[in-house]
């Protein structure tokens, strides 16, 4: 079923401590339209690039069946650029450089083709350029999801929280959620959060797993641990676009089969930071795939 | 079958955001034979207090079928005191006072009816009071297990050292663990310490949840996520306890059992965490253990 996936397509610089990689292709959507591509093929992609992007990259994407209507490529433009450095223990980041670019004036345009779309995934944007998305749709998804961050939370916050209400799915990191609702404990974040309007709730929390929450059930998906962690850039879009293609493919949003897409998210999460950028989520085949997933099931299974 | 607890009996002063509790019972070894009591009788008590304790907590103990030939009393001296003070977050702490009292020369003896115990559990201790404990066995049990922590790494290095490489099975949180092996990853961390000695590693993180390592196997048990800790004292503790009760009781050191012992384990803890020190750990019964045991299924069940 189709997918569309809302949000950067960019060039980071990052900066870990096994190495530097310049002027890498990165971005939300770049992200999560990898991942989500393992499982389906319908995705429609809504972004903006500068014609500084080069075509090979755009003719990847479209050769994994992404749709690429939706993507604007401005003429004299440039592409929103992103510079960061890990610290040693990878689970902190400085930003070193944002350039908007492109992204400054970005009004995302919906093709005809992609206004029935069953299923929406908003990236982090600024949120009433998800709006904007959201008030283009001709007919209600069966699933609308989104990912948001603290500099919203900070800035725009009766925006953001217009478009959570308009959502069905919220998927964020544990400090965010604990920003948004103003509460420590993540269970008692979560009923707030749900009564903003997501009936579904997935946090993130890096090498410590995530969290989901439907009324008053919880899941938990644990992360795998890794001997080597190269680079995190992108490891939460790939969460979200694995845990959207997956539901995508299976066109079904019972909370089992949300628990299902939570771990194919994890595991391609699990992938994606093995090599720098989005070069590991461009190599996977179904039985590598099949065989990470295994190794969560191993990972978390017991009787009693 | 029979479990040595080694550990401290001790008076806590604890303050949380949700209150403080002067001077009460608590200690590595109080909280580990309490949350064993539920799975075996054969527990076996070592440890000192001074004439202050409070026979009633005593035989409390005892009335939980704990063994205290094992307990010195020591006339006119008095019990191991500790103060702390939790963060709000609950994951951080601070140790406002620490008398040591007895344990400053405590020499543990061991009851002959002790010395040939299936399971021995070594509560965090000066690493030569551990090893006096080992010396004294006279048959070689099924499985020790020792907690320790970075106290030790920093003061008596070489002697934690020579225990660690006597012992089947260390238990310590995920910070101790990268000290102990100067590796930031678990999964390299592990490695390292098992090639100390320790067949079996078992990692808490807290909230986080707890690893269980042995050769090339991983096992993740998941923290239940709570709304309200009202006290964390004692639960690493508490969960050390329940692993090893339950494996007293099924007598069985299979990597299978043991991943059930730490869902035990982490089940014990999440009672623990619910009231201020001890209070919790007394009033459980079996209905309320199988009814936690199976959220923690509930919790990480998903097909693929």
Redesign the interface.
């Known amino acids: 079923m189709s997918l569309v996936v809302v949000g950067t397509v960019a060039f980071d610089d990052v900066a870990t401590p096994f190495g530097k990689a310049d002027r890498i292709v990165g971005g939300a959507a770049t992200y999560a339209a990898l991942a989500a591509s393992y499982f389906t093929s319908g995705i429609e992609l809504v972004s903006v690039v500068g014609d500084d992007f080069p075509t090979t990259v755009l003719d990847d994407l479209k050769a994994r069946g992404v749709d690429l209507a939706g993507l604007q490529i401005k003429a004299g433009e440039k592409s929103f650029f992103w510079a960061g450095r890990y610290h ?3 689970n902190q980041r400085d930003t070193l450089d944002t350039q908007l670019n492109v992204l400054a004036e970005f009004d995302p345009v919906l093709p005809d083709s992609y206004k029935d779309a069953e299923f929406v995934m908003l990236g982090n944007l600024t949120p009433s350029v998800q709006m904007r998305v959201i008030e283009q749709l001709e007919t209600r998804p069966k699933l609308i999801a989104m990912d948001t961050m603290n500099f919203w939370m900070d800035n725009t916050p009766d925006a953001l929280n217009e478009v959570i209400a308009k959502v069905d799915m919220l998927i964020i990191n544990d400090e965010e959620a604990r920003q948004l609702s103003g509460e ?5 974040a979560a009923e707030k959060i749900m009564a903003m309007g997501p009936k579904t709730l997935a946090i993130k ?1 890096g090498e ?2 995530a ?1 989901l929450f439907q009324g008053d059930e ?5 992360a795998l ?5 190269f680079d995190p850039t992108g490891a939460g879009d790939t969460f979200a676009g694995g845990m959207m293609g997956y539901i995508a493919k299976t066109g079904d949003i019972s909370f ?1 089969n949300l ?2 897409a939570i ?2 998210g994890s595991a391609m999460a699990s992938f994606c930071v093995e090599k720098f950028g989005t070069e590991r989520m461009t190599e996977l085949d179904d039985a590598a795939i099949r065989a990470r ?2 190794r ?2 191993d ?2 299974r ?3």
């Open positions: 040693d223990n990878m420590y404990s993540l269970v008692k929390k410590h797993g969290l919880i899941f938990f998906a644990p641990p890794l001997a080597e962690v089992d628990k299902r771990i194919y997933l295994q969560f099931v990972l978390v017991f009787d009693v």
